[in-house]
Every structure is written in structure tokens, then in C-alpha cells.
């Protein structure tokens, strides 16, 4: 069932505005319509998780969502920014000052320690070294891995790694975490406690997480649940 | 297979940084090898072709003049058993005087103007030949013309026999005898543009003869027999005859063809030239063997997600190593082809160059590619050393289907790096040079490789450079003298006053034998002033100069010594004649002229029992004196320093040229294989750049990184280089211009440097398309994992 039309009392609290947003992808002589008119809104503040059929265009409005991709039509508005309309440097700036992100496979660096990949992504921000450190240090122990902050990836369990990812994204203080299949190549045992981890920083940090998943576990944790189904999305 | 061959085939494609240097190694490797032999074969086989079409003697036989009528007539000597063709000329010393007064020497050859020469022709490549109405009609030789813009038409002056008269330009051509430019092996050095051929009628030498009181000829003259032999003839046997029938005359010189002295420098220059050729492809083949086995290496394992699933899926391994050995020999291929189009240029740069350096008048032969089958087999010995690579590789690849992007690398390197001091970006980039030691090495080495071709082809110029000075610092004189006979004090004296010349120093010659432990070799001794500094042909490379308080002092070549196997401060018997006298090696000399050695004048009398006369002077003046000394009847040959100057600056410039080119390969090949693996290198980890752009990190942080990576890889390069570079630059100097025993040592570590620093600064260059490249990256592409990229 598509959303009706977007009020405006839900446009002055939602934190991604959709509207009619299509996105093809071309492979030679191949065209293929990924997303359809995806209309939707989500609410700041709030654990969004979009389901769907494996290869359905999650990940894809993930991307959009997360400005690491560009809409071919429609609107699209994330934290205030009309990203439809925005120049590669405005959606640059857009990414640096709101957006993080967690894989489904960790993107870890595998020549940084942990502490270094999460100081990493903190050089955008005009921090000083000493906040920097500071920061990282914090959340890597809000995580759980303070006594591992030395360790390379490689040293490190799928869990684990996961963690430092999350130690990541949230040393950004994002206005918005973008996760795809964040439990997606960890076991049900390793992938609970992340689960957990992410719905407890959620909401201590009160930033917005949109995540992509198969996982019932994290749709059991989401506040707003969305399906997408033939390039259209729907709030369950 | 086919599938095969094409899927290995793309992945190979895909790693541009790996193969990329290997087929840049290849293709200059055959360009060098395949143009270098070419243009060299091209001069070579003209050289043949010219002597054999314009016919060059077998045996010169030079007597003293005769008139024509007295002497055995061309028929009759023909006759003779092995002689195929006999011909008489006059070959006279003289003056050639341009219309702007330079003067230069000239050999003037008068044939006989109605018919060809049958040995000893001209190849005209102006103007017209010789024609017996033309009384002052003349051919001069083509390098002569080329140098002094001279065409036909144009007139000058010939003074000989004392007497002056005019020539003028009828042809232009190339003369068999001097087709190393005009050199008179008569000469104390003989050097390009001591001299020009003439080719006259008798006319133009018969009215100086006729006005030269002391002519008592009657008729015309003859001095010189030039004849060709047989194929099966037997040479000493056919001279021993041809000297019977010239018994009644005084024979003054016999000279067998391959000795005259145009044809010998013309040899031993190409084979110098030949000489180093072996070191450079030596030097490629190793390097690009090095770097095929490690690219070779590093491309199988990229590929092994893939052979593990089609060895999974029971493919034989002996169809993946056949697949890859396909994509390697298609590499090997791709070289030689990019190399054969190169070696165009190369082979012309080449022959254009020695036809400057050496003077050598024209290239008419067709380009011969004999080497191309060498350099393809060279090349293709390549092929079995990057299989076994690729073998190893895939031996050892288990049937592991279980990829996972999560898996990461172990810490390596990266965790010794970690405490180093560096901003994160440089951090990152540092890191990114060692996370994989053999693809890091493959950039490295192949990079070092080019750039030692670079800096020791660099540093060889230089060296030539050097070599040209000091050879032109050891001619500071003005006009090098050799008169015609053995000369009183007081004639000389009195020549170069009538020349205005006043300052001049004499110097004595003899044959003579010298003796060391090891053999005795015949040489041209010097007695030369020792008051002044050595300025004859050589400088010192180690001992002393010619000390007069030292009676026994004397100075050889270094490669004199070798021969006869002696060193500074042994003792060495000196012959002249009948008389010996013991002399101590008190200097070593380098020199281009062989078989040459100095004792003092004092020496020289002591040893011959008494005074030696005067065989030449070296002058200093200003031209005009200079001039008037060659036109003067006494002075015999005169050569002129601003000659040897602007010929050898003009001859080194070429030779440079040569050179320099090369090194530009090599600066050129190591900085297209930095940018082409840094890009590859940057590609691989487009996931990594992904995630750090997503989290918005700018561009230009991500460039630094990668500007300390292309550092890094450089100066790595770079310090690999040099020990190597010195080593190359040694074998070309020994090899090809003996001059790396002057060169100081401590000079050229710091040349080294400053040659490789150049490069190595502009390794960051290669840093510069990688981040464009980021600029324009697909994140949300970069960042899939899913699926087949």
C-alpha cells in the first residue's frame, strides 16, 4: 500500500523526504529501473529498518539516502538537504557533516589499528588531535573494544569488527547512521549483541538510524519498519 | 578454453599497473636493441656498399714521383697473377683557401679526367664529373662542402708545389678513402676536417708543377697505384709481386685497404658503438625478467577466488597454467611488437647521429632488421621464466571457495609502521606501500631498472662531456705543424717568422719499439718539449708530466701498457734503429691515438746519438698567421686547433645526443610505470577510498596519502638505482670511451644523486591521476560488495 501524500505537520519532523524518486542503472545496452517512484518519510529520532526481497533496490536507496549515489528523478530532502539538487561538493559536505555509516562487511582499513579507524574519519572534522584520540577512545569503550583499540582488523573477530565499525560511524555524532545488513555476514549469536549495541546508542545518541536488513532481529528493534517491494517502498 | 584464455585475459587487463611495466620493459628493451643494431647495420652496410661499388684498393702502393710514361702501365700490372684491377694517380699535400680565408689542408688526386678511375672512384651526389675541357674544374668531398656550405660553382683557392691556383667546384662527392670526413693519417692527429680530398685533373696540378722552378718532370706524374685483387687471390703473395715490378722505383708506403686509416676509424668506431650495446640489453633482460616473475606472481594470485572455484568445479590446472601462459606470451608479444615500432625512430636517430658524430657523409643503404629475430628470441626467453611464476602460483592456489571480503590481511609491516610519527594521510599512504611487499616490489624494481638505464646513460654523457673537455684543454694550441722533411732549428725558425707566428715549441718523432714484460709493440715516439705541459694527443691520467730533470721519464698510453704489460714506475727498453736505451714509465696517458709515447727532446737525442731534427711544432697564433703558416711552402701539414675544436664539440654533441635519447627512455619508461601502478594500486583499494569519501574525507586528504605512497615507491626506486647505476655507468665508460679512470668517484656519487633526484621528485607527478581518478568515483560502486565487480 503506498504512503498517502506526504502532510505537512510529518515534513517538519521527518529526517528523509522521498518523493517520486526513480534511480536506473545501465550496463551496455541494459537498462534497468531499480527504484520507481519511491515516495516515503522517516521521522527524526527514529530506528528505520527497510526490508525486502534480496536484489528489490534496498541498498540502492541506501546510497541515494546516504548522498553516495544520485537520483535520476524525483526529490529527495535528508536533514534538511534537498540532495536531488545538490553539487558533488554540496553532497560532500552533506556526508561530512550528517551522515555515517556501517557495511555489511565492515570497511574496515586493514593497515589502520582500531583506534586508527575511527580517528580516521574524524580528520574531516577540524578536530583537534587530542579530541580526536579522545573521541575515538570513548566509543571504542562505549563498545565494548577499548582493551582491543591496538589491534588490526585482521586480529579481530567478524564481531568485533562490526563494533569497531559502529565505534566508527558513531564517533561522527551523525545526524543520520546508514547501516546495510549490519548482522548481514555475522551469525545469529555475534549478531544479536550488535543489534543491541546499535538500539542502545540509538538512543543515547538520539541520531536516526536507517538500516537495511533480512535480519528479524533487527527488524524486531526498529521503530518504523518499511518494505520495499518492485522499486516502491511502504511503511509496513 | 577460449572462456579461459578471455576471463584471464580481463583480469589481467584489469591489473594495468602489473603488466604495464613489463611490456614498457620489453618494448624498449627490442626498441634499443633492434634500433640501435639497425642504424648501425644501415652505416655499416653502406660502408660496403660504397667501398665495393666505388672500388677500394686492395693495396696502396705510394712511391716517390715518377713521370707516367716511366712507370708499369696499368695493363701491365694487371696482368699480373691476382690483380684485378690496377690504376695510377698523383696524390699531392696542399692548401685549400676558401673565399672568407679559411684555410684547410687538402690531399689533391689528379686522375685522368676522360675516363673513371677503376679503382678508387667518387660517388657523385652533386654536380658533374671531371671533364678534360674544364681545366680548374674539381671535386671536393662531401663532408668538406656540407661544412663549409659549398656547392658546385663555387671557387677556391689550391696552393701546392709552392704555387697558388684556383679550382672550382665541379661535383661534390664521396671518395671510399675518406668516407670517415677527411682525415690525413698522415698526421700527427688525424682528426676530421684536417683535411680535404680533391679530385683534379692533372691541369690544375700541372701548372703549379710547371711553375715550380725545381720541377724537373717532364710531362705528367705519378706517385700513387691503387689496385683491387681477385677474390682467390693470395694478398702477401700478390703484393710480393707488385713490389718486383716496382723494384726500379723507391717505394715510400705500401698500405693494405682495411689499414687505411679512414677504414680503420670508421671500423673501430662502429664496433665501439657495438661494444656496449650487450651491457644495456643485458641490463634489460635481467631487469624485465625480475619484474615478469613478480608480476606474474602477484597477477595469479589476484586470480585466486577464481582458480580455486573452476579447480573446485574440476577444471585440470594444466588448462589455467595454459591460459596464463596465453595472456603472458600475448604480454612478451605486445613488447616486441610496441618495441619494433619504436625501434623506427631509434634506428634513425642512431644513424643520423653517428653520420654527424663521426662525419661519415651519407646513409644510402637500405634498413637491414637482421636484429629483429635476436631481440624476438631474447624476448622470448622471457615466456618460460614468467610460467614457472604463474606455475608456482597455481600449484599452490587450494580449492577454497570461501572468499570472504571480511577476511582482511594480516597486520605485516603495518604494525612496525604503526609508531612511526605521521599524519594519519601520511600514515595511510606509508602503509599502503608495504601491505603487499611483492606488488610494492614489482613497482619498485621495474622502476629501478628504467631508471638505471636513465641515470647511467645520463651520467655517460656527462662523461663524454668531461672527456671532450679535458681532450680539448689538452689542445690549447693554435696550429699543430708537421713539415715535410727533417728540418734545421734555424728553418723552422725562420718559417714561423715569415709566418708572424711567435710562439711555437718543437717536438721530434721517430718510430720506434717499446718493450715491456709481456711484448714490444711499435710506436710513434715523441721527443716533446718538457718545459711546457703535455699537450699532445692524451692527458694524464696518473704520474707525472715529462720532468726535464728525469732524462729517463716516458709517457705511454694505458692501453699501450697493457699490451705490453707494464705499469707506472716499471722500466721499459725503447728502440730506435739500431740504438736502445732504458726508460721508466713516469706517467700514463689517456689517449684516443694508439701506439704513441713521449720521452723528452734531450732524451730523444741521448737516445738516437744525436740531435734529432725538428718533425713538427705546436704554434700559437692568431688565424691569420695561422693561415699564412699553411699556405707557406715550407710548412708541410698544418693542422688548425679551431678545427679539432668545433669538430670534436660537434662529433661529442651527436654522440651526447645518442645518449641522452636513451636516458630519456628510461626517465621516461620509470615515471609511465610509477603512474601506471599507482593507479592500479589506488583501483584496488577503490573500497577503502570508498568508505573514506562516504564519511566525508576530501579528495585532497586522499591525495597526500597517495603523494606519500608515489614517494616512497620513488625514492625506494631510486636507492635500489644508484649502486646499479653506478655500476652500468662504469661498463659503458670502460667499454665504449675508457674514461671512467678519471672520472672521481666522489663526483659521481653525487652526479648519481642529482640524476635520480629529478625523477624521484617527479614521482609524485604519478600521484596526481590516481586522485583525479577518486575525484570521479562511483562510491556506491566502489563500495559493493556483492556480486562480480
Known sequence: ?236 | MNHLVKGVSRHALRSTGRWVPVVILVAIGVAVYVGTYTGLDRIEDTTNQLYDELVLFDWNFRIKREEVRRVPTAPELEAIDGVRAADWRARFPGVATLEDGTSVGAVVVVVDPSRRPSVGDVLLTEGQYLDPEDDHGVIVDETFARDHALKPGDAFEVTAFNAKTYATIRGIGVFPEYLVASVDDHMTLPVRGSLVAILASKDVVTEQQDRNPANLFIGPTVNDLVVTLDDDADPLTTRAALTRALAKFKVLEVTAGPDQYSVRCHRSRLWAFRDFLPTVIALFEAMAALVLVLAMHQLARSWRKEAGTLLAFGVPRSRLTAAWTAVLVAMVAAGVIIGIGLSVPVAELVSTNYQRAMGFPLVIAPRRWSSLIEACLLAALLVPVGWLAVYQQLRDTPRDLMYSAAKTEPPGLSRLLARLPLGRATALGLRNVFRRPTAALVTIMSAAGTLVMAGSMYLFADAQKVSTDRYLESRAWDGLVQFPHAMAEDEVDRLMNESGITSFEIFTERQASVRGSAAALEISLLGWPASSRLQGDGWLLEGSDLDPEVADGILLTHRDLGQIGAQLGDEVAVTVGDRSGSFTVVGVLHSYTLEQGYITRAAMDELLGEPANPAGAMVTGDAASISALMRHKDAGRVLRGETIRTVTKESNAALVRIIDFYGHLGALAALLIIIASMRVRARERAAEYGVLLGFGLPVSWLGRGLVAESIVLGVGAGLLAMPFTRFATLRFQARFAEVWMYVPMDLDTMAISLVLLAPIFAMPVSALLPTLDLRRLNIARALSTRGTP
Open chain 1, 1 to 236: 500500500m503506498l504512503q498517502p501524500s506526504i502532510t505537512r505537520s510529518r515534513l517538519m519532523t521527518s529526517i528523509i523526504t522521498a518523493d517520486g524518486v526513480c534511480k536506473d542503472y545501465v550496463t551496455g545496452p541494459v537498462r534497468t529501473s531499480v527504484l520507481r517512484q519511491v515516495a516515503m518519510s522517516v521521522p527524526e529520532g527514529a530506528f528505520a529498518v527497510l526490508v525486502g526481497p534480496s536484489g528489490c533496490g534496498k541498498s540502492t536507496l541506501l546510497n541515494l539516502i546516504g548522498a553516495l549515489d544520485t537520483v535520476d528523478a524525483g526529490q529527495l530532502s535528508v536533514a534538511g538537504t534537498a540532495l536531488h539538487d545538490a553539487s558533488t561538493a554540496d553532497l560532500m559536505r552533506f556526508r561530512r557533516a550528517h551522515v555515517s555509516f556501517v557495511f555489511q562487511y565492515y570497511q574496515l582499513l586493514p593497515t589502520l589499528t582500531a583506534q586508527e579507524n575511527v580517528e580516521v574519519v574524524l580528520e574531516s572534522l577540524r578536530l583537534s588531535n587530542a579530541e580526536i584520540e579522545e573521541r575515538a577512545t570513548s566509543m571504542l569503550k562505549a563498545v565494548g573494544l577499548a582493551d582491543k583499540h591496538a589491534r588490526f582488523p585482521g586480529e579481530l573477530s567478524g564481531g568485533e569488527q562490526q563494533r569497531v565499525a559502529i565505534a566508527r560511524a558513531l564517533a561522527k555524532r551523525p545526524t543520520l547512521l546508514l547501516a546495510d545488513e549490519p548482522t548481514g555476514s555475522l551469525d545469529r549469536e555475534t549478531g544479536r549483541p550488535i543489534v543491541d549495541l546499535m538500539k542502545a546508542q540509538q538512543q543515547a545518541t538520539g541520531s536516526t538510524f536507517f538500516v537495511v536488513t533480512h535480519d528479524p532481529v533487527v527488524v524486531e528493534a526498529g521503530t518504523h519498519v518499511y518494505e520495499m517491494v518492485d522499486g516502491q517502498v511502504a511503511a509496513r
